[in-house]
């Protein structure tokens, strides 16, 4: 807004500065101070040092009606404050009319004027004047003036300087004199033109990247946003609540990035923000909810156009990315995705055959970038795509291979960038639009051409609010009309316009230096290999295909200009977090595996993390030295399928062969099914030990020794079994059959010694040498089986 700073006077140009000193010039000579005093009225007139010394503020907060028509009555308020050190006495607004400027270019010239430019003009006087006694410094004073339009003395349709001045005094200069004043202006055009302009006006809904790559540890791929700054933009008050809100009452073409409808949909759900190392849950599902519900009702009947997903940055991608292998790659998945989010989401069907570079600066490099995804219509801008004509031309302009160029008035465009939260600032840029819009259609009244306002990509709440004012305050039935963009891309193009594009040496300095280095694209294409290797191995690749997908598309958006360092981040975050899911498939370390013998069984482990399973993957395992160590029969290479579920490991298992004792080192690694290496390989040692004939004696003298000692313990234990059935047997007999005492003395002597029953204190050795006995013994009464420690047991019956 440099113009309209030199404009309203607070800047100090070399104009300015010339009144200054001739003020004080006029403050030193006391008789043509006291001549000027008391011609106060005709100075004003005719004398430009009248205009005098820049000591007031002048505020012009509301003018109203914007474009007034015959019977109304202007009115102006503001605010007037003395800057100076001095007390100001005889204070008074007044308002001033200026000649009426011929054409746009006037315009420009009259904003870049300083205040003597319409210091000549007498004000409007009469009763048509505010007036302060005293005006002390440092004290703003409000005022509101109004005159009917009738007592302004406009003429002819066009647009007229208006000027809201304060006269008065100091005591260093007592004499009549302009000390501040605030100009703007006037669009004078009653009656309704034969020719209207058709105007288009875009309305743009875009937002910086706000969702990570990152999904949440769960089956409902929760999102996870880098801040909660969205919530902000939606909330009521916010900038794209505004926009939401003043668009709806506005005939705009919508111009929506579908990354910021997809972000505000999962916000809708459960959804978590970073957090330092962390996440904690989002809270703002409500506000999400209301912005897409107001929004979806606000586009229904209205042109939508839909951006590549997440805007991507064309100028960036023709100067820095071009070289970069794939780069241009993404722009028609981008494409394709866009009108599928808009149309799911708003349940409107898109226009997605529009490119809009950063600014509308376009070289044929940037034209080509732009047309590659399918594109036919370029958004561009008056001051890159410049005509030497003597009036605007209509925006359609052919440039050749079936593309057309959609060149938006810059004057127009750029009527709102700056600071428009004061009110003063808003409404003078208000009146700038409206004063350009009128002197456009003017310039040939017979001659209807189009014309199209593209504003910056993001503009503020202040921003929206004046431009919503400056298009409301175009009356649909005096001169323009609304249009929407895709009918403006189709009207008949001037055939006296230019067609050819500037070459990339007319691309603004400034806007080159804000471009992605093409580092960022080398990087940008290292995440999109990395996703490529972790999608061919997973069951359901859809899962991280989608969200790595939109935001290596957020990586190149157009948002990130001016801001590098962010930028930066985001790839490395993104980066980084897929670099730690592809780790979550791996194999697990070995320590040294010893082989004994010529032939044995070789483990690898391979462990998968993730929460779906792993499928075309193999294992493959190499020995280093064939000669010694052979893996799966001659070979010194041998590989396996690899399949895990999720959460699971998998033990994988290869023949060793070993020829020559010695260490081996063993290489595993992972590979897609198209032989590309799956994270990193895994090195350990294989101990072989060739076994000698004497060693294989010992082993089987071993072995020899176990299956006899199984014998012996196998005889011993039905032994036993066999002594406790003849026992038991024994016992029932005696207990049925009447025996005599010579019977039981008998039964005494023979019967064996319960201690070397299995169960009793007898020895373990004595029970291992006795002879086996049979099922139902005989008592023997000889002295051979007398109880050899001399207690034997005596039954009592």
Same mark, same amino acid.
């Given at each position: 807004m440099a113009e309209a700073a030199d404009f309203q006077g607070t800047g100090h140009s070399p104009a300015r500065q010339w009144l200054r000193r001739t003020a004080s010039v006029i403050a030193g000579a006391p008789l043509l101070a006291g001549l000027l005093a008391g011609t106060a009225a005709p100075a004003a007139q005719a004398a430009p040092a009248a205009s005098g010394s820049r000591t007031v503020d002048v505020a012009l907060d509301t003018l109203s009606p914007s474009a007034p028509v015959k019977g109304d009555t202007l009115t102006v308020s503001g605010t007037v404050t003395n800057e100076g050190k001095n007390t100001i006495t005889g204070a008074q607004v007044d308002l001033r009319v200026g000649p009426r400027l011929s054409g746009r270019t006037a315009i420009d010239d009259a904003s870049k004027r300083s205040g003597n430019a319409s210091g000549d003009v007498a004000p409007v006087g009469g009763k048509y004047k505010v007036t302060f006694p005293k005006l002390a410094s440092g004290i703003p004073q409000d005022f509101t003036l109004s005159v009917p339009v009738g007592e302004l003395g406009l003429g002819e349709d066009g647009v007229y300087q208006l000027g809201v001045s304060l006269t008065g005094q100091t005591a260093n200069a007592p004499y009549e004199q302009v000390l501040g004043i605030q100009r703007t202006f006037l669009p004078w055009q009653p009656e309704a033109t034969d020719q209207k302009t058709q105007l288009t006006a875009l309305w743009p809904l875009i937002s910086t990247p706000h969702l990570s790559a990152e999904t949440g540890s769960d089956d409902q791929q929760t999102a996870v946003f880098e801040n909660d700054d969205l919530a902000k933009e939606l909330a009521p008050g916010g900038r794209l609540e505004q926009m939401v809100s003043l668009g709806n009452e506005l005939p705009v073409t919508w111009v929506i990035d579908p990354d910021l409808l997809a972000t505000a949909d999962a916000m809708t759900r459960n959804y978590r923000i970073r957090n330092g190392k962390s996440t904690i849950p989002g809270k703002n599902q409500a506000v999400a909810n209301q912005w897409l519900n107001n929004l979806e009702k606000a586009v229904q009947g209205r042109k939508v156009i839909a951006l590549p997903f997440a805007d991507p940055d064309l100028a960036s991608l023709a100067h820095r990315g071009k070289g970069v292998s794939g780069a241009l790659s993404h722009l028609q998945p981008a494409t394709d995705v #866009?009108?599928?989010? *808009? @149309?799911?989401?708003?349940? *409107?069907?898109?226009?997605?055959?529009?490119?809009?570079? $950063?600014?509308? #600066?376009?070289?044929?490099?940037? $034209?080509? $970038?732009?047309?590659?995804?399918g594109a036919h219509k370029v958004i561009t801008r008056s +001051? %890159?795509?410049?005509?030497?004509? #003597?009036?605007?031309?209509?925006?359609?302009?052919?440039i050749g291979g079936g593309t057309t160029a959609v060149v938006a008035d810059t004057r127009l465009s750029t009527a709102f960038q700056g600071d428009m939260t004061a009110a003063s600032s808003s409404t003078l840029a208000v009146q700038k639009f409206l004063a350009q819009s009128l002197a456009l259609t003017l310039q040939e009244p017979d001659n209807q051409r189009s014309a199209v306002v593209a504003p910056q990509r993001m503009p503020t709440a202040a921003q929206a609010q004046s431009m919503a004012r400056a298009l409301h305050g175009l009356d649909p039935e005096r001169w323009t009309e609304p249009a929407d963009l895709i009918a403006a891309a189709a009207a008949k193009p001037d055939s006296d316009a230019t067609t050819k594009v500037p070459g990339s040496s007319r691309y603004p300095k400034k806007l080159r230096s804000q471009e992605l280095p093409t580092q960022a694209f080398v990087e940008i294409k290292n995440t999109q290999d990395r996703l490529e290797n972790f999608k061919a191995i997973l069951s359901a690749p859809d899962r991280v295909a989608a969200p790595f997908g939109n935001a290596i598309n957020r990586a190149m958006s157009t948002s990130w200009r001016g801001e590098a360092g962010g930028a930066q981040q985001y790839r490395f975050t993104v980066e980084r977090y897929l670099r730690d899911l592809t780790t979550e498939v791996q194999l697990i370390p070995k320590s040294v595996l010893t082989l004994s013998g010529r032939s044995a069984t070789i483990p690898v482990t391979v462990q998968n993390k993730l929460l779906q399973g792993v499928e075309e993957l193999?294992?493959?395992?190499?020995?280093?030295?064939?000669t010694r160590l052979k893996i799966d029969g001659d070979r010194a290479v041998a590989e396996r399928p690899i399949k895990i579920d999720g959460g699971h490991s998998q033990s994988v298992k290869f023949t060793g062969a070993g020829n020559a004792n010695g260490p081996v080192q063993v290489t595993a690694q992972l590979y897609t099914v198209d032989g590309k290496p799956y994270g990193d390989p895994m090195t350990f040692q294989v101990k072989v030990s060739e076994i000698t004939t004497t060693v294989m004696l010992v082993i089987a003298g071993g072995v020899l020794l176990l299956v006899l000692a199984g014998v012996k313990m196998y005889s011993r234990r039905k032994r036993a079994v066999a002594r406790r059935a003849a026992a038991e047997l024994t016992d029932a007999e005696l207990t049925d059959a009447e025996l005599t005492d010579a019977e039981l003395t008998d039964n005494d002597e023979? $019967?064996?010694?319960? !201690?070397?029953?299995? !169960?009793?204190?007898?020895?373990?050795? #004595?029970?291992?040498? @006795?002879? @086996?006995?049979?099922?139902?013994?005989?008592?023997?009464?000889?002295?051979? %089986?007398? +109880?050899? %420690? !001399?207690?034997? @047991?005596? *039954?009592?019956?």
């Open positions: #866009a009108g599928k989010t *808009v @149309e799911t989401i708003l349940h *409107v069907k898109p226009s997605v055959d529009f490119a809009w570079p $950063v600014d509308g #600066a376009i070289d044929p490099s940037i $034209v080509d $970038v732009a047309t590659s995804a +001051d %890159s795509l410049q005509d030497n004509l #003597a009036y605007t031309p209509s925006a359609a302009r052919p193999v294992l493959r395992l190499k020995s280093d030295n064939p023979g $019967v064996d010694d319960p !201690g070397s029953a299995p !169960g009793t204190d007898g020895s373990q050795a #004595a029970k291992d040498t @006795e002879p @086996e006995q049979p099922s139902d013994p005989t008592p023997d009464t000889g002295p051979q %089986s007398a +109880d050899p %420690s !001399g207690t034997g @047991e005596k *039954v009592d019956r």
